[in-house]
């Protein structure tokens, strides 16, 4: 394993099919994904953690740090898409299509401003990975996931992206061009009560 690819832990406003503000914290089950998949990678060999620096994505790097004793760095790269006016509302009252080219959200970001920044934060995580002796830990949200595995990666023959990220899921990413997918979207580690909540809204 290389470059581990993690959507952040469940948030109260991501059950509830609402479009998350920046500010938006993990609820008290998101958490406790979040230590559940910290259990996981905790013997995986991981050296380095990157994240968003949005709070829901902190929080989700944070028990993973306390496993292993290494520190959280961060960069704006990795933020989930910002639908700016569209924010803290819910998705079934806009119903517009968060993949859609030609959205344009008040005070938001265009979807090819989304996917050149996502290209920006793919650089940035490859170049670091490269100075590392081992598995770099990535943070981000569920559109950025899909973004990268979309444009950036190479998923076995037959295989596709899947249309929704699970809260905590680990995809696996070979360092090296062409960034080869070894694992999409795992939440073996979300069992009973922490299991992925497939009616949440993957990237809000």
């Known amino acids: 394993m290389t470059i581990l690819l993690i959507r952040h832990g469940e948030t109260a ?44 994505a902190t929080m989700t790097a944070e028990p993973l740090a306390a496993a292993t004793g290494l520190p959280v760095a961060t960069t704006a790269l990795l ?7 569209l924010r803290g509302r819910a998705y079934d009252e806009i119903a517009f299509d ?29 170049a670091l990975r ?3 002796p081992g598995p770099l830990a990535v943070v981000t949200h569920g559109l950025v996931v899909r973004a990268i595995l979309q444009a950036h990666a190479r998923l076995p023959a037959g295989a596709a992206v899947p249309e929704r990220i699970a809260n905590t899921s680990v995809s696996v990413l070979a360092a090296g061009a062409p960034h080869a997918v070894s694992l999409v979207n795992c939440a073996r580690h979300l069992e009973g009560e922490l299991a992925d909540d497939a009616q949440g809204r993957s990237g809000f």
């Open 13 to 56: 406003l991501n059950a509830a099919r609402v479009v998350q503000p920046a500010d938006t914290p993990l609820s008290a089950r998101g958490l406790a994904q979040a230590h559940a998949l910290a259990r996981r990678l905790a013997a995986e060999g991981v050296v380095a953690i990157l994240s968003s620096d949005l709070p829901r």
């Open 130 to 132: 490269a100075t590392l």
């Open 98 to 126: 968060p993949h859609a080219a030609d959205l344009e959200p008040p005070g938001g970001e265009a979807w090819p401003e989304f996917l050149a920044r996502v290209g920006q934060a793919f650089s940035h995580l490859v």
């Open 79 to 85: 933020q989930e898409r910002n639908f700016g006016a």
